[in-house]
């Protein structure tokens, strides 16, 4: 029975290109040092078409018997099945060659096709996992939000969290984005990275890494990171990387979170971005206003329509908006405005900070700057410009460089409370009666006598829009200058006070 196994993986390799006919014994010798196996006996029917998340799954139940992996948990089959995948995996140098290959010789486009496509068929990318997130689009008021119920990332066993804790402390790799994840076997407390591979590029005259992120939340989901553990901060040097990177590869947009707690992304500690080949909401929303700026005569500059303070700047020249996006983070790290509520700082502790997305359209860069605020009261613990608590039972992260675009990652709960939702709507039962959902309750009663009833042909759509509607409310909270008169008159002496002015319409 694992000798099929076996046979099936390795066809596996040979049919998605991971190995060649040459490698086909090495392969097999490697997967059965993994499997504690000194013999094999190669069946001779043919596979026929292979499931991979079958075959990993097979092999991995005769790992669990066999005693191979201690415990039958989503923890450890992760740790083996990884190990399993790298006996089809090319070594790094051969993957970066094929790379530069292919972006010296054919496009930078043909490169990241190639390098995408192994970072799946190597499963460093689980195509049957992702295929389990929930995904939706809700017309709003701003454009098309993109909605996700992210599924693919495994919750851990509580037995090994357990373990994870009483494992000994390691400081290697520092972080999961550090450069010696590269193949690294994982452990309990660390994912395993046999199968990854890394691009190497040269950004801002230092080293940094190229690579996709394994929960691919849009397509070609990448991560750019410093080659280095070096912490994140926005600077003048920010928009030089994420400008090095979209040169490189133009049909790529990057984007960096935020610098400051709650307003930033979830790794503050390794300096990194986000980018990938897909146009969200807040790309294709037009500019309201437009602005000029004396000094940056070939710059256009545009308040964006879009719930959060958007200003796009666009120019032939990077150079321009570089030098630019240096005067409006510098401006904003020490503006105030008591009128709209915004602190430059509170008690020495900084709020202002901005949230960059860099892009090419046509012969034009530009450069999204997104103001963000960190303040909190005791009104908003969480903060100000932060998801309000009457909508933390649908989101209550923070909202990072992802959600600030237009796309929602809601937590996998969602998934089995809306089910039960829609079972108690249906039947006209009391949300309140269960206490899975009774947080819910208020988010259903504003909704309810919108809609004449609801059956089973209907409720799927209408929880969709709804939690779509909340995400546009999340948005809404986080906007610093909110898309109201008021809003909009605070913005514009934000950038009057810089200099810009109104160009006529």
């Known amino acids: 029975m694992i000798d099929k196994a076996i046979k099936k993986l390795v066809t596996y390799g040979l049919e998605t290109g991971l190995i060649s006919e040459e490698d086909r014994y090495y392969a097999v010798n490697q997967i059965l040092d993994v499997?504690?196996?000194?013999?094999?006996?190669?069946?001779q029917d043919e596979p026929g078409d292979i499931d991979l998340e079958e075959v990993l799954g097979e092999m991995l139940d005769y790992a669990f018997e066999t005693g191979?992996?201690?415990?039958?948990s989503i923890t450890y089959r992760d740790l083996l099945d990884t190990k399993l995948m790298n006996c089809l995996m090319p070594r790094p140098s051969e993957v970066e060659t094929r790379f530069w290959g292919l972006y010296n010789h054919q496009s930078p486009q043909a490169a990241t096709e190639y390098?995408?496509?192994?970072?799946?068929?190597?499963?460093?990318?689980?195509?049957?996992?992702?295929?389990?997130?929930?995904?939706?689009?809700?017309?709003?008021?701003?454009?098309d939000l993109d909605i996700t119920i992210n599924l693919s990332k495994p919750e851990k066993d509580p037995k090994a969290i357990a373990?994870?804790?009483?494992?000994?402390?390691?400081?290697?790799p520092k972080c999961q984005l550090c450069m010696e994840n590269e193949g690294y076997a994982g452990r309990t407390d660390h994912p395993a990275r046999n199968n990854h591979r890394i691009i190497r590029l040269k950004i801002n005259n230092s080293q940094w890494g190229f690579q996709y992120s394994p929960y691919v939340y849009y397509n070609e989901h990448c991560i750019v990171f410093n080659g280095s553990h070096t912490p994140m901060k926005i600077e003048r040097d920010t928009f030089v990387k994420l400008f090095d990177f979209v040169k490189q590869f133009p049909h790529y947009f990057l984007g960096s979170n935020a610098d400051l707690p709650i307003v930033g992304g979830s790794i503050l500690s390794h300096d990194h971005f986000q980018g990938g080949n897909y146009d969200f909401a807040m790309a294709k929303a037009k500019e309201e206003e437009l602005f000029c700026i004396e000094g940056f005569e070939h710059?256009?500059?545009?308040?964006?329509?879009?719930?959060m303070s958007v200003l796009r700047t666009r120019s032939k020249k990077p150079e321009d908006l570089i030098e630019l996006g240096t005067k409006v983070l510098e401006s904003w790290r020490?503006?105030?405005?008591?009128?709209?509520?915004?602190f430059a700082s509170t008690d020495g502790q900084p709020h202002n900070t901005i949230t960059p997305i860099a892009r090419k359209r046509g012969d034009e860069y530009e450069l999204d700057l997104v103001l963000r605020n960190n303040i909190t009261t005791k009104e908003f613990p969480y903060g100000v410009y932060h998801p309000h608590e009457e909508l933390h039972h649908i989101k209550k992260e923070n909202i990072g460089l992802i959600e600030v675009m237009g796309l929602a990652v809601l937590p996998s709960r969602l998934k089995e409370e809306l089910n039960l939702i829609s079972e108690y709507l249906i039947e006209g039962r009391d949300l309140r009666?269960?206490?899975?959902?009774e947080k819910?309750?208020?988010?259903?009663d504003s909704f309810r006598t919108a809609y004449q009833s609801f059956t089973k042909d209907n409720i799927d759509d209408i929880l969709k829009k709804e939690v779509g509607l909340v995400f546009e409310r999340v948005l809404e909270d986080a906007g610093v200058f909110k898309y109201d008169e008021a809003g909009r008159a605070g913005f514009k002496r934000f950038l009057t006070s810089m200099g810009f002015k109104l160009v006529p319409q």
């Open 334 to 342: 020490a503006y105030t405005d008591e009128s709209v509520f915004v």
């Open 35 to 43: 499997l504690w196996l000194d013999e094999y006996e190669e069946p």
């Open 115 to 143: 390098y995408y496509k192994l970072s799946q068929d190597s499963d460093y990318i689980r195509r049957y996992r992702i295929k389990k997130d929930m995904r939706w689009v809700t017309a709003s008021k701003y454009g």
């Open 299 to 307: 710059v256009t500059a545009g308040i964006v329509k879009w719930p």
């Open 163 to 172: 373990a994870a804790k009483l494992a000994k402390q390691s400081g290697y």
């Open 440 to 444: 819910h309750g208020d988010w259903v």
């Open 433 to 437: 009666s269960n206490e899975t959902i």
């Open 68 to 72: 191979i992996i201690p415990e039958n």
